[in-house]
């Protein structure tokens, strides 16, 4: 894969995140609608930098290092990037209306722990993130941000959001 095709990966990965942010949007909208309770807004911010960290620390590490495409590497992560996205549209479509990159509780809204991963995972949104955060800079051999971007990932999930979550989802 040559440097130009895993920037486009990485551009399109962005517009999709940006897709995302349309639909988490009209979500955190319908939620407060019906009188949801947003939780955690001090970390989000964080989280935010973090991922458009990780896009922009991919290209850079890849173009100003000089990083290779290893084939024996690079094509295997890309499979594993593809399915983490394809498990992050599960995710989605499994919670529906409910789904959003905020912590916000609606007041009478059953939690979704029958539908999709939640049936084996409390969490595997974040389980896929942690997964792509590897994989997507590995496509490329971009080892240094694959390994930067999971400690910080690891604290800010480990310290502040699934905390979080688990505080909102205990108020339900």
């Given at each position: ?39 955690g ?50 995710i ?36 896929v ?40 989802l205990?108020?339900?």
């Amino acid at each position: 894969m040559s440097v130009g095709l895993y920037i486009a990966l990485i551009l399109v990965t962005g517009a999709e995140r940006i897709v995302e942010l349309v639909v988490s949007r009209r979500n955190a909208a319908d939620a407060f609608a019906r009188g949801g309770r947003e939780f955690g807004q001090g970390h989000f911010p964080f989280m935010v930098a973090l991922h458009t960290g990780l896009l922009l620390a991919c290209i850079a590490e890849v173009v100003l290092l000089d990083r290779p495409f290893i084939p024996w590497l690079g094509w295997p992560m890309l499979a594993i990037a593809l399915a983490c996205q394809a498990a992050r549209y599960w995710i989605i479509a499994s919670l529906g209306r409910q789904w959003n990159t905020r912590v916000i509780v609606v007041p009478g809204a059953g939690r979704v722990a029958d539908r999709g991963l939640y049936r084996w995972f409390s969490h595997p949104n974040y389980v896929v993130v942690a997964v792509e955060g590897i994989a997507l800079p590995l496509v490329h051999t971009a080892w240094i941000t694959a390994i930067v971007f999971t400690v910080l990932n690891a604290v800010l999930l480990l310290g502040f959001r699934i905390p979080t979550e688990n505080r909102a989802l205990r108020e339900l």
